[in-house]
């Protein structure tokens, strides 16, 4: 997505409002287990100054996912801001800063950045999700088992049984 700053250098210390809605590409989750449930919402202000911009904007979008824990899929809007500088002069630029194309700057990069920065890297239903057993396989959020008691159980048989054992070769 491109963003005109022709107006910026020309008002150059002055902020300009803008307000944007996009779709991105799938790709930009880099293989998160996470799809685009609606268009990208970017409002904000920009503004230019000694060849650099600044970028100040509120992000707004919806997300299907699968929770990491339990699998389920659920429902996820993500806010968040984004601040980043655009220089204009390549040579004088931080590994940090993004670069302003001619007249216009290239907001892919920085959002997708800012994206997966806000979100994390375990997605999960709820901060509480309990996830699968891993013994049954059942959904700990909706129904309980005894598989882990159980274990448990049979654990502390097999380590009294292998006591004895231990006992009698002595």
């Avoid at 800012?114 to 699968?132: A, E, V």
């Amino acid at each position: 997505m491109l963003l005109n700053v022709y107006e910026a250098k020309a008002k150059q210390g002055q902020k300009i409002n803008f307000n944007l809605s996009f779709d991105l590409n799938q790709s930009i989750l880099d293989g998160r287990e996470c799809q685009f449930l609606s268009p990208v919402k970017v409002e904000g202000s920009f503004l230019y100054q000694n060849e650099k911009l600044f970028l100040d904007c509120f992000v707004t979008v919806k997300l299907l996912c699968k929770c990491d824990n339990c699998g389920d899929e659920f429902e996820k809007v993500l806010h968040f801001p984004i601040n980043e500088v655009f220089v204009e002069n390549y040579n004088s630029h931080s590994c940090e800063d993004y670069i302003i194309n001619q007249a216009s700057i290239i907001l892919d990069e920085p959002l997708k950045d800012n994206l997966l920065f806000n979100l994390s890297t375990r997605i999960l239903c709820k901060q509480d999700c309990k996830g699968l057993c891993p013994i049954c396989g059942k959904n700990k959020n909706y129904s309980s088992c005894n598989c882990e008691q159980m274990a448990e159980e049979i654990e502390r048989e097999e380590n009294s049984i292998n006591n004895l054992k231990n006992i009698g070769d002595k």
